[in-house]
T-cell receptor
Framework: DVKVTQSSRYLVKRTGEKVFLECVQD?????MFWYRQDPGLGLRLIYF???????EKGDIPEGYSVSREKKERFSLILESASTNQTSMYLC???????????????FGSGTRLTVV | GQQVMQIPQYQHVQEGEDFTTYCNSS?????IQWYKQRPGGHPVFLIQ?????EVKKQKRLTFQFGEAKKNSSLHITATQTTDVGTYFC??????????FGTGTSLTVIP
């Protein structure tokens, strides 16, 4: 089975801290995504990547950056955490070239980040 | 970005009743996918529809893609407590970025 592993299940950080959320997938998927999930808002795309060192902004990239130095790893960085970034963060991967995919996404278990 | 609206936001049903969630897009979609997220879990891919008017079944679940490829539905027949969770649709018109609906949270009362 494809596995998408997120490094932390729960995280508490202080306002202004730099936060790294790590995501690793083990099935050689080309595409990787970061979403945040908030009640009533569904899943909103922050960034995605369809190749190493490639990144594309999603709908809500402000306050975030990403890094994809290796195919299997996609990191989400909160440069200076703020309380409105308290949320559930979900990483996903999918098979497909150039970002295109006819297959479903495989999600990680999520990281619940609280910024205090 | 593209808008994918999903209704209702919440649905409570008695066990054994049917359930339907609807997904509507402001633009024509090339593909639509459905996911289920159990309480405390993460979204799990259920199915993808690509053809106009397509209907697919998975046991008690029936998925439809509209003729104009701007709407879709998921219907569950005779709900069970194991159906509890949030159901999301996700649509794309480019193939490389899916936009998720806001989800329908299903509660099944035993």
């Amino acid at each position: 089975d494809v596995k998408v592993t997120q490094s932390s299940r729960y995280l508490v950080k202080r306002t202004g801290e730099k936060v790294f959320l790590e995501c690793v997938q083990d099935m050689d998927h080309e595409n990787m995504f970061w979403y945040r999930q908030d009640p009533g808002l569904g899943l909103r795309l922050i960034y995605f990547s369809y190749d190493v060192k490639m990144k594309e902004k999603g709908d809500i990239p402000e306050g975030y950056s990403v890094s994809r130095e290796k195919k299997e790893r996609f990191s989400l960085i909160l440069e200076s955490a703020s309380t409105n970034q308290t949320s559930m963060y979900l990483c996903a991967s999918s098979i497909g070239q150039g970002g295109f995919s006819n297959y479903g996404y495989t999600f990680g278990s999520g990281t619940r980040l609280t910024v205090v | 970005g593209q808008q994918v609206m999903q209704i209702p936001q919440y649905q409570h049903v008695q066990e054994g009743e049917d359930f339907t969630t609807y997904c509507n897009s402001s633009t024509t979609l090339s593909n639509i996918q459905w996911y289920k997220q159990r309480p405390g879990g993460h979204p799990v891919f259920l199915i993808q529809l690509v053809k106009s008017g397509e209907v697919k079944k998975q046991k008690r679940l029936t998925f439809q893609f509209g003729e104009a490829k701007k709407n879709s539905s998921l219907h569950i027949t005779a709900t069970q407590t194991t159906d509890v969770g949030t159901y999301f649709c996700a649509g794309t018109n480019t193939g490389n970025q899916f936009y998720f609906g806001t989800g329908t949270s299903l509660t099944v009362i035993p």
